[in-house]
């Protein structure tokens, strides 16, 4: 496209070879001029965007007075670049604007909000875990803190909650996993960039804290015809129950990992069972199985390799162990007078107690850690407290040394005098 001098002096402009623009073809216009002593030429832009020639000279005229005015944006590509800044400069105000906003609007976000984003996000948990947390959340945390924001919390409200929780007779335990249930709730806000403060002092009493301290040690473990007789009445109720009572007290498993077991993770033949869904989750181990319970799952119908060992009545996997372990509990009677929670029968007594009679039966302590799937040996300690029948047979044979000496027998004292 060649240059077409316009009838404007420093202005030309050149025609597109196809587009048109009414009924002429589309024209491209410049502007020539004098700047610092040298031409200089500038592109204007096109007839189809808005240019004229009427608007082009007044252009031209603009820009030879700004020179020789000596102002600042003389040129179009200097005006251009002060009106590209000019906007970025708005923008950017604009941004710190809305950005102020959000920081406020996030500083107020109440506990609610931050309690729904935690719980929506964290899919590695069990359900029944959820439930739990849920239930901490909306009968004691939620009334107290769920409308301020994180940033209003202080140490009081964290003992306001655990107040009333006291108040209403919960557990020192269960008082700690509500407290703990907010820390959560705060680390998730932090990690996640909508919340930098502090977290309310949420600590042991011990360091000076808020939380009680509790001992979480199970001291109590089933006798054998006690065991039995927990069996006994299982089994007039539900076979399931009854099966998988059995199964933690001779193998020794969680709850958790028996909801989780599926048909391809029983090897009747080995007599060993894998389990994939153990306490430290990234984890698998190996489980021994006993004649007895080998006997348990030969009576059971095998499904399919993927298929719940003991699923619930829709086939999927259970949360919690049924009421009818309860029950039985209480028909018979296990737990009558019994108030400290350490004495307490629970389905996981059935475990203590597998860990316990392999103690009691001099298995070492290093096999009962790989049994039970313990990380630590000082953790296994804690399910093996019975060992100390064996302590008391040690006291007791000091009877031999410490025994009276015979009536007629000569004492030598140490002095060497009678």
Known sequence: MAWIKSKFPGIRYREHDTRKHGLNLDRYFSVRYKLDGKDKEEGIGWASEGWTLGKVNETLADIKRRIREGKDARTLAE?????????????????????????????????????????????????????????LYKKWIKPVVGK?????????????????????????????????VIRQVYRFAIKNKSYSGDIPAIRKRKTG???????????????????????????????????????????GLRAGEIFSLTWGCVDLERGRLTLLDTKSKNETRTAFLNDTAKAMFQTRTRGKNNELVFPNTRGGKIIQISDTFNNAVAKLGLNDDVTDRRFKVTFHTCRHTAASWMVENKTPLYFVKEILGHKNITTTERYSHNIESNLEAAIKALDITTAPADKGAEVIEMNGTK
């Open 148 to 180: 301020m924001s994180l940033s209003q919390i202080t140490d009081l409200n964290i003992e306001a909650i655990k107040r009333k929780m006291k108040k209403a007779g919960k557990s020192d335990r269960t008082v700690e996993y509500a407290l703990q």
């Open 209 to 251: 804290g808020l939380l009680p301290e509790y001992d979480n040690r199970k001291r109590r473990y089933l006798t054998r015809t006690e065991a039995d007789a927990l069996l006994t009445e299982l089994k007039k109720h539900s076979k399931d129950v009854h099966d998988m009572t059995l199964l933690s007290l001779n193998a």
């Open 79 to 135: 005006q251009r670049q002060k009106a590209e800044a000019k906007r970025q400069k708005e923008i950017e105000a604009q941004k710190a604007v809305e950005a102020a906003a959000a920081a406020e609007a996030l500083a107020n976000k109440p506990f609610s909000d931050h309690w729904n984003d935690y719980f929506k996000a964290d899919s590695s948990k069990k359900p029944a875990t959820w439930l739990t947390e849920e239930g």
